[in-house]
Structure formats: structure tokens, C-alpha cells
């Protein structure tokens, strides 16, 4: 029975880790594959819809951030709350750049919300949902201001189409992972553990590049 629920539960966790991977691997992809209009501002529906798919998955700050939130969604209960405000915040993000808001240091903020979502996977204690979720809401108004830029200028149709694609595929990853995630959560609790506590310390160290090279 417990080499079953071993076998079970790695493969579980295989099936987490290649739904991650092929997330990251689309940002090793040439960025032309995710704007196909050659990073023009959208001009019509389709444009601006493929557009919003393609942009957050060009960074891999951006993509390893919602496979981190839905990895920590899996967790938690009611935890889906998390990529779900997130996605949400990200929205009202693009709508203060568009609005020529400026925030401050939104790359080092986005690399640095990579980092604490990667500490909060890789510690055992994790806070209450609702604190999790506000820090996902700061760090989407930041993403989503990185957003904003390729569709400064659009129309509205554009615009709204860019907004459902980008919003669209964040949910995807993140909601992607969570629900395969929850699925292994009660097959050997200790393992599973481990699993995302190493997912954490890797997404980790990811951010921190990214702030090291943002600061250095």
C-alpha cells in the first residue's frame, strides 16, 4: 500500500513539475511567437486578444510568479481565492499605467514578489489565505502595469480583447496547476511537502536572480 501511494504521489508531482515546465519553456520561445504582429499596438480584437495570451509568458518573472500562486493556491484552503485576486489586481494594474500613473521600480517590485512567493512554498507555516491573496493583489498591480505597456495607445476593442487575453491565460497556468496540485495533497502528506518546498526554494532563486541582475 505504501509504495502504491509513493508511486501515486510521484507521479502526482511529475505531473506538476511538466505542467510548470512546459509554462516556463513557452518563454524560451522567440518573442515575435507570442506577438505576432510584430509588437505593434493591437489594432483590431484578434490582435490585441493574442497579444494579452502571449505577454505574460514572454517573462519568465511573470509566468514562474502564477505557477508559484497557484502552487500556493494548492495548498491552502479556499486558496484558488489567490490567483484569482491576483489575476484581478493585475487588471487594475494595466488600468493605472493606461491612466499614465506612475509606479515606482515595478521591475524590481515583480522580481521581488517572485522571491516571496517562492520563501512562502519553500516555508512549513504558511499565513492565513486572505494575507497570501493581499500579497498576490501588490504584486499583480505590478504585473499588470508591466502589462499595460503593449497596449498603450489601443483602442477600445483592442484594449478590452488584450485585457481578456491576458487575463485568460494567468488563470489557465495558475488554475491549470492548482487543480493537479490538489489532486496529490492527501497521498503522503510529508512528501508532497517536500515537493513544494523544493518547487519554493527554486522559484527562489529564480526571483533573486532577477533582482540581482536588476540591481547589480
Not at 23 to 29: Q, Y
Request: overall charge positive; aromatic content about 10%; hydrophobic content about 55%.
Amino acid at each position: 500500500m505504501i509504495h502504491k501511494n509513493f508511486l501515486r504521489a510521484s507521479r502526482r508531482s511529475f505531473s506538476i513539475m511538466g505542467f510548470a515546465s512546459i509554462c516556463l519553456a513557452l518563454t524560451s520561445l522567440p518573442a515575435l511567437a507570442h506577438h505576432p504582429f510584430g509588437g505593434t499596438t493591437p489594432s483590431n480584437a484578434l490582435e490585441g486578444f493574442l497579444s494579452g495570451l502571449g505577454h505574460p509568458v514572454i517573462g519568465v518573472d511573470h509566468v514562474v510568479f502564477v505557477i508559484a500562486a497557484g502552487l500556493l493556491a494548492a495548498i491552502k484552503p479556499k486558496g484558488f481565492w489567490i490567483p484569482i485576486v491576483f489575476v484581478l489586481a493585475s487588471l487594475g494594474g494595466t488600468g493605472l499605467h493606461l491612466m499614465t500613473v506612475n509606479l515606482p521600480a515595478p521591475e524590481i517590485i515583480i522580481s521581488l514578489s517572485v522571491v516571496v512567493f517562492g520563501l512562502l512554498l519553500a516555508t512549513k507555516e504558511l499565513p492565513h489565505v486572505a494575507i497570501i491573496a493581499g500579497l498576490g493583489a501588490i504584486a499583480g498591480i505590478f504585473h499588470g502595469y508591466a502589462y499595460g505597456e503593449a497596449i498603450v495607445g489601443a483602442e477600445m476593442t483592442p484594449l478590452i480583447a488584450y485585457l481578456a487575453g491576458f487575463a485568460s491565460v494567468q488563470l489557465l497556468i495558475s488554475l491549470g496547476i492548482w487543480a493537479i496540485a490538489r489532486q496529490g495533497l492527501n497521498t503522503i502528506p510529508t512528501e508532497k511537502g517536500l515537493s513544494f518546498r523544493f518547487a519554493g526554494f527554486t522559484i527562489l532563486g529564480i526571483g533573486a536572480a532577477f533582482v540581482s541582475s536588476l540591481v547589480v
